[in-house]
Structure formats: structure tokens, C-alpha cells
């Protein structure tokens, strides 16, 4: 329930502080007293919109401050801590602030929040009904979050809700997996022979260069060897070095058998110089076996090398990026073959989900019809207490082609009224009278209240157009409803404010010193309280008679 308001330089108001009471919260006062002022300054405090015309005139900025005390099992603590929003146990407090630029602040807690959030968190504190208020029992929109939370099933509903979140995902996913399989699939052929022609070729790392590298060596290989042989003939023929070397060693060694130990060195260096021009010509030779190749083999090495370069020029990439290449159309085609099992299998993961999607909407749908023939029963009983009599209220419940359904399940959901026996069945808004719709949202939120969980209840002229037994039925409903949750109720009825747990009056003050005009709330006791329910009674002059007949209404 709400517990405080304080309301400061918000159009007529300068300086406000309210503390309520539970039960039925009764405010009254004259027409244009200042009550739509004060259902503004509470809607700033809920989200509702705000802009600088709400300020008061010659002020800076405007602010509304709602404290509330809540219950521990009340949703509110399970999304603020969602928000991660730090609180008292019981306690909410929301401001918020409008300055006279256009711009609006809000607070949850003293912590800075979005308006959308405020809005969001208002809504599970404070309803406020009026005749004219579309946005809650008068709009169909709503009817079957009211229907669904009088009916209790919220574990269905979310059964609901999770499956159809993953019927749509997979969806998504199958719808996604198609395009890109739908697109792969034009390039499938291209992808089949280039891989073909890839796989043909088998290009290798580094095979390029190595094959550019022999190429040019057997090119090279026929004039080099010309030359090199010519130079081991010179080595190896009769005048050739070795020749002369051996020859030369040989006389040296005839010489040093005539002078022992002479030619010694001469003869070591000699022998050492014949060997390694020995160790030359082998390696000459080995050289020039190695020139030696069989013409098919350039032949072959220069179509393997050119088929290599062709094939890189076709993909404009370097040769030695073949080999990727390769490895990019070999894992295309396997996201290829992939995709059609991925295809097939989301395919098959949809439809079993959509079934249990049907399954788990036909059972919510079974508990919907049931729950409204119990609600249409409670809200009728309801009437005849609100002098309706001949008229009824009925729960519709239309169903939704099968493509249509979604996360709330598969109807729609109206409440709709009958005002006469054979009268034809029509929205609120379009069927009732002004009295009588605000008799069937009492009605409504009476049975609603058994099992919603919105703290404060504030009606707005609820009475509007009914008087005398009406008023009287009225009053003891709203009493009835007070049991259930906090109500404000804004009225010109007495029969209504003669029930109220408390009242305070709306009227407007004038400053002597400059003449300006605020309006101020006060709360009324005893015989405050007896003498505004007498004037609402007799109108601008209050007679004993009127005090009187107060004096029997406060006796309820």
C-alpha cells in the first residue's frame, strides 16, 4: 500500500504531504477543487507522462515522492532484484522529477532509472480506474493478463511462453540454415569442379618455387656441363695437372733414394697436392652426373609448373595459396553437405516442438474457458448488489488461426456486458452507461481483487452518475474490496464517503499577500468529517437536516 506522498510545485500544488491509511482512503472536495491535480502528481510518481506545463508557475522544476509498504511475497522484490536494485525489506520509494526544460528524472529507491522502468514498477503498486480510463479494465489489450491472473496458472502460462520463445528460435535458425543452403547450392557446381580440378592438380607447399628452381637448373644443366668437362679433360689428359703431379712425385722419389731425406718435403707437399686434385675431379665428376637429365624430365617439369601457375592465375591468388585455396572449396562443400543434414534436422526439431507448442496453448486454452465461466459467475453475482440486476457480463474468448498464436497462447480475450435480458453482447466502453461502467469495473475488481496482487486501488469518480441505493451498493462494494487491497477513492458521493476508513478534503486556498491559489489537502476528523459529508448532502449550505442524515451514514 501506499504510505506517503509528498507533492511539491506540481501545478496548483506548492508543498503537499500525505500519509495514508489502509482500507478505503476517502478524498473529496468541490469541482475543480484540485483532485485531477493530485491523480497527476501520483501518476508522475507511477511512470505516467510528465511535462512542463505540470510545473508550477515561477518554479524551476516539480517533484512527486510515493513511499509504499509491501508485503514479502510481492512480485515487486523479484524485479527489482532482477535490476539488481538494492531496498529495506517492505519498503519501495519512487520519485521522480519534471524541470521546466521538458525533462524528467525518475528514481526507484534513490537509484536513477529509465521512466519506461518507473512505468514498469507502477504498475505493479497502483491501478487507477476512472470512466475514461482506456488503459486498464476498458481495454481488451489487458483482458487476458487479468483473465490469466485471476485463473492462477502461472506456471502453464510460462510453459507456454518458453516454448513458443524456442519454436520461434528454431525458426529462425531453420530459416537462416535454408538461405544459406539455398545459396550454397547455386555455387555447388562451381564449388564440385573446382575442388575436382583442385584435387587433380594435388598442388603441394612450396612446390612452386622447388619446380621453378629445377627448371631453371636442367635449362642451365646442358651449356654447364659442355664447359665443365672441357676443364676435367684439361685436368685428366697426358699434360693434364694429376698427370703431371704423378709423374713429378714418381721422379722426386727415384731422385731420393740418391739423397736421403733431401726432397722429403717436397715430396709430402706433391703427394698432398695429387690428392686433393684427385678429391677435385671426383667431385667434377659427380657434378656433371648430376647435370646429366633425360629431356622428358624438363619437359614434364615445365608442364607440371605451368599447369600450377595456370591454375593460380584462374583463382588471382599466388601459387603457393593454392593449397588454402584447396582447403576452402573442400570445407564449402562440407558445410554443403552439412547444411542439408542441419536442414533436415532443425526441420524435424520444428515440428516436434510446434506440436508440443499446440499441446501445452490447447491446455491453457481448456484452463482459460474454465476460468471464465468461474470469473462471469463471480462478477455476476456481484451486479445485483450494484442494483444491476438484468444485466450480465461474459468472458469471450476468440480463437486465433493456428499461424497466429503466440507466446500468450491461441484466443483473444474480451469482457463484455449485456445491460438488458436479450440485449446483444458489446465492449464496456460501448455498451455501459456512465453509472453503469463504473458498477461493472467495481464488480470486476472486486472478484479480480481475490487474486491480484496491485497494492493500492485508486477510482476516480467511480460514482459518477449513480446516487441513492446506487451509491449506497457502491460504497459497500468499494468497503468489500478495501478488505482485499488499499483503495483511494475520488468522490462526490456521500453514501461512498461514509464508508471510507479515512477522509481527506481537496480545496483550493488563496494567499492574501499575492493572490495566488494553491490547492491543499487536509485530513478530516469527527465532525470535519461529519460536516463535508453533510455539505456533499445539501450542497453550498449545510443545514441540521443535512448533518443529520451525515450522522445516520457514518453509522455503517
Not at 514498477?121 to 491472473?149: M, T
Not at 654447364?224 to 697426358?238: H, I, T
Not at 444485466?391 to 480463437?399: H, Q, S
Request: glycine share 8%; net charge negative; proline share 2%.
Amino acid at each position: 500500500m501506499i504510505v506517503s506522498l509528498a507533492i511539491k510545485d506540481i501545478v496548483l500544488i506548492d508543498r503537499l504531504q500525505m500519509n495514508f491509511e489502509s482500507g478505503l482512503c476517502v478524498l473529496s472536495g468541490e469541482t475543480g477543487a484540485g483532485k485531477s491535480i493530485l491523480l497527476s502528481g501520483i501518476g508522475l510518481a507511477i511512470g505516467a507522462r510528465g511535462g512542463r506545463e505540470l510545473i508550477r508557475h515561477g518554479k524551476d522544476q516539480g517533484s512527486v515522492n510515493a513511499e509504499f509498504s509491501l508485503s514479502a511475497d510481492h512480485k515487486i522484490w523479484s524485479l527489482l532484484d532482477q535490476y539488481g536494485f538494492d531496498y529495506n525489506e517492505g519498503q519501495v520509494i519512487l520519485r521522480r522529477i519534471v524541470t521546466k526544460d521538458g525533462k524528467s528524472r525518475a528514481f526507484i529507491n534513490d537509484q536513477s532509472v529509465s521512466i519506461s522502468l518507473l512505468r514498469k514498477v507502477g504498475e505493479l503498486l497502483i491501478e487507477i480506474h476512472g470512466q475514461h480510463d482506456e488503459r486498464g479494465l476498458l481495454n481488451p489489450a489487458g483482458h487476458r493478463n487479468l483473465l490469466d491472473e485471476f485463473g492462477g496458472y502461472k506456471g502453464l502460462l510460462e510453459d507456454v511462453k518458453v516454448i513458443f520463445e524456442k519454436l520461434t528460435s528454431l525458426k529462425k535458425a531453420l530459416y537462416e540454415e535454408q538461405e544459406k543452403l539455398e545459396i550454397a547450392k547455386q555455387d555447388e557446381d562451381y564449388i564440385r569442379h573446382n575442388l575436382e580440378e583442385l584435387d587433380q592438380l594435388n598442388p603441394q607447399k612450396g612446390e612452386e618455387e622447388e619446380l621453378a628452381k629445377e627448371r631453371t637448373r636442367m635449362m642451365q644443366g646442358e651449356n654447364l656441363s659442355a664447359g665443365l668437362g672441357e676443364l676435367l679433360n684439361k685436368l685428366l689428359n697426358d699434360k693434364g695437372v694429376d698427370t703431371i703431379l704423378r709423374m713429378t712425385l714418381r721422379k722426386i722419389e727415384r731422385i731420393s733414394e740418391q739423397a736421403p731425406g733431401l726432397l722429403d718435403s717436397v715430396s709430402e707437399s706433391l703427394d698432398h697436392a695429387a690428392d686433393e686434385t684427385s678429391n677435385a675431379i671426383a667431385k667434377l665428376e659427380d657434378i656433371m652426373r648430376d647435370l646429366e637429365f633425360n629431356p622428358y624430365d624438363l619437359e614434364n617439369t615445365e608442364e607440371r609448373l605451368f599447369a600450377i601457375r595456370a591454375c593460380a592465375r584462374k583463382h588471382n591468388c599466388q601459387p603457393e595459396q593454392l593449397v588454402q585455396i584447396k582447403k576452402d572449396f573442400e570445407t564449402k562443400l562440407s558445410e554443403l553437405e552439412f547444411g542439408d543434414g542441419e536442414v533436415q534436422r532443425l526441420t524435424q526439431e520444428v515440428y516436434k516442438t510446434q506440436k508440443k507448442f499446440e499441446v501445452t496453448a490447447k491446455k491453457l486454452s481448456v484452463l482459460r474457458h474454465k476460468t471464465a465461466e468461474e470469473l462471469d459467475g463471480f462478477v455476476n453475482k456481484e451486479l445485483p448488489a450494484l442494483k444491476m440486476e438484468k444485466a450480465d457480463f461474459k468472458t469471450f474468448l476468440e480463437p486465433l488461426e493456428l499461424e497466429n498464436w503466440n507466446a500468450e497462447g491461441g484466443e483473444r480475450v474480451d469482457f463484455r456486458v449485456s445491460t438488458n435480458p436479450g440485449a446483444p453482447f458489446g465492449g464496456l466502453i460501448k455498451i455501459a452507461s456512465g453509472g453503469e461502467l463504473s458498477r461493472f469495473i467495481l464488480a470486476l475488481k472486486v472478484v479480480l481483487a481475490r487474486k491480484t496482487s496491485v497494492a493500492t486501488l485508486i477510482f476516480d469518480e467511480i460514482d459518477q452518475g449513480v446516487g441513492g441505493a446506487v451509491a449506497n451498493a457502491v460504497g459497500e462494494r468499494l468497503s468489500v474490496l478495501a478488505d482485499k487491497a488499499q483503495i483511494l477513492v475520488i468522490t462526490h458521493s456521500p453514501q461512498v464517503a461514509a464508508r471510507g476508513q479515512s477522509h481527506w478534503l481537496i480545496n483550493k486556498r488563496s494567499n492574501g499577500q499575492d493572490d495566488t491559489v494553491t490547492t491543499a489537502v487536509t485530513p478530516l476528523k469527527d465532525d470535519q468529517r461529519r460536516e463535508e459529508i453533510a455539505r456533499m448532502l445539501a450542497g453550498a449550505e449545510v443545514t441540521k437536516e443535512a448533518r443529520a442524515a451525515a450522522d445516520n451514514l457514518l453509522q455503517w
